[in-house]
């Protein structure tokens, strides 16, 4: 396994608290809902505005206002791997969503398993945890309460993957037109209430309308437009014809698909097939179901945080939670839920500049032939010192063209630092050297880390780069069309402030001080009784039971 490889790294970990509630006291069921790339900021922006689900929780439950992702590059593999392990990147192994192997020097994706193959398609390569180290809630789960199960089902396999930890019962996550699926890293076929779902899902898909129009108690957004290279990106365009009664699935239907509230609705559906054909919560133990609804990240990502597509989605989100409630509430009446988000988010940098932020973009391709070019022409040389990455978050060297040009490792190092910290976009740039020097030990206020400290939470020796990087605040990386409106994945607070809902025996009410989200996991093991594997957060206080 690659997780026997790499447990060189040695981190500062925080001992988890000695386990209080009775066993008794566990709930048959716990649901763990993380809302992709749900920030503090769409709460506290649509959250006064609504009246299902969110608002419940809200009201309901113990709410952290003020909860942080305490590490460096804020995506959704690393968010996800946080949240039920209790651990940073730099534990659990998922810096990124993609890094580079440094046996090979290729790029890899953090959930890709060649070995594994999807479960609907036994000719195609597939998906697995292989990359991810340790352990997390479900295991500890398992392993100490017998007969309990752990399951996850996400629009995003690297979602419902991170989420079910090592040895799941199951995970699920939504593949196209075929519907959800899994891989032969956990069972061998599809069970029959999922191939039952994904055959009626496959005949709506390609005979109804999947039109998206405002709905009518959503209000306005922003309306709004942008040209890029020739491309027009639209705010305010619905309604949006996503696919229409009786049109064939073409190329693009999957990616439109995504980028609607649809995404969600069939991630709903999905889940109620799962609480049914395995009976979550009627058996003698604790189950553990946990579901990512990945839309809310797509439309972001395409519109933006303040259109009115973003705040139709927070509508129609409100809804789907709400289904999910009274579903939870009237059929398993004890059960526990659990709400956060695996990274926050930030508008549009030409919305932002509008209204008089510092909003700039950084363009990668021009940003990385600059920085190619002035390392060429420093050390005298006509080869790319850097291996070429997607982002320029994580700097690696190309270590067979140092070498054949007889050139110095630190010397360069150093120079594309300082070349780094000149750029108007950067706030920093650490070595991989200075921070394997860096405790990333989670002390003091999660508002105040350090970018230091951030991105050591985020470096894994044998994964990162030779130099991480992290950009100013308002600088977003990317443009269309080929990258996307607004990004997210830096360390800056709007990227790392989401919301934590805890909701079920506890008495409900706000809670203002900072935490962790790696918090979340220990203080669900806390509750439910169990001891907790190595852990970088701390057990909180939910205060009094009802």
């Not at 534990?91 to 020097?105: F, K, L, M, S």
């Not at 999910?324 to 526990?336: N, S, T, Y």
């Not at 926050?344 to 990668?364: C, K, N, S, T």
């Not at 790392?496 to 409900?508: D, Q, S, Y």
Request: hydrophobic share 40%; net charge neutral; glycine share 10%.
């Amino acid at each position: 396994m690659i997780r026997s490889a790499l447990v060189a790294l040695v981190p500062a970990l925080i001992a988890a608290p000695a386990p209080k509630s009775a066993a008794s006291a566990r709930p048959r069921l716990v649901v763990v809902i993380s809302v992709d790339q749900f920030s503090a900021e769409l709460m506290q922006t649509y959250g006064p505005e609504l009246s299902g689900g969110l608002a419940r929780l809200r009201r309901e439950g113990v709410f952290f206002t003020e909860a942080y992702h305490d590490h460096g590059f804020t995506e959704t593999g690393p968010g996800h791997s946080v949240l039920l392990s209790g651990r940073f990147p730099a534990h659990t192994g998922i810096v990124e969503n993609r890094w580079i192997d440094r046996a090979t020097g290729k790029l890899v994706y953090c959930v890709e398993d060649a070995t594994a193959k999807a479960l609907h398609a036994p000719a195609q390569a597939s998906a697995s945890n292989a990359r991810f180290l340790g352990d997390g809630l479900g295991d500890w789960l398992q392993a100490q309460v017998p007969g309990s199960r752990v399951f996850a089902v996400s629009g995003k396999d690297r979602a419902a993957i991170l989420l079910a930890g090592r040895r799941p019962t199951a995970a699920y996550w939504f593949t196209g037109p075929a519907g959800f699926t899994s891989s032969t890293a956990y069972g061998d076929h599809l069970p029959d209430w999922l191939l039952r779902y994904d055959h009626s899902l496959s005949e709506r898909l390609a005979t109804d309308s999947w039109l998206w129009s405002k709905d009518p108690g959503t209000p306005e957004g922003r309306t709004a437009q942008w040209t890029f290279g020739g491309t027009v990106v639209r705010n305010g365009a619905l309604p949006r014809l996503v696919q229409g009664a009786g049109m064939p699935l073409d190329k693009g239907f999957e990616t439109r698909f995504r980028r609607s509230p649809f995404l969600d609705t069939v991630t709903l559906e999905a889940a109620e097939a799962l609480l049914n054909g395995e009976k979550l919560g009627h058996g003698p133990s604790t189950d553990l179901l946990a579901i990512s609804f990945s839309a809310t990240d797509y439309i972001g990502h395409t519109y933006g945080s303040l259109g009115t597509e973003m705040r139709d989605q927070m509508h129609r989100l409100d809804r789907v939670l709400g289904r999910l409630l009274d579903r939870i509430q009237k059929q398993h009446p004890g059960a526990w839920v659990v709400l956060c988000a695996d990274h926050g988010g930030v508008d549009a940098p030409e919305a932002l500049a509008d209204q008089g932020f510092p909003a700039r973009r950084l363009l990668i391709e021009p940003f990385m032939a600059a920085f190619q070019a002035d390392l060429r022409a420093a050390f005298k040389v006509d080869r790319d010192l850097l291996l070429h990455t997607p982002e320029p978050n994580d700097i690696y060297l190309d270590d067979a063209v140092v070498k054949a040009a007889n050139l110095d490792r630190g010397d360069i190092l150093r120079w594309a630092q300082a070349w780094l910290k000149a750029r108007p976009e950067v706030a920093d740039a650490f070595t991989a050297e200075e921070l394997k020097a860096t405790d990333p030990a989670a002390t003091g206020s999660p508002r105040d880390s350090s970018l230091r400290v951030l991105l050591r939470r985020s470096f894994h020796p044998e994964r990162s780069g030779d130099l991480l990087m992290a950009v100013k605040p308002f600088v977003v990386i990317g443009t269309p069309p080929a990258d996307y409106l607004t990004n997210h994945g830096t360390p800056n607070a709007y990227d790392r402030r989401v919301p934590m809902i805890f909701w079920g025996p506890w008495k409900g009410g706000e809670r203002r001080e900072p935490v962790r989200t790696v918090d979340l996991a220990p203080t669900l093991a806390r509750e439910l009784g169990l001891k907790p594997g190595a852990v970088d957060g701390k057990a909180l206080d939910l205060g009094p039971r009802k």
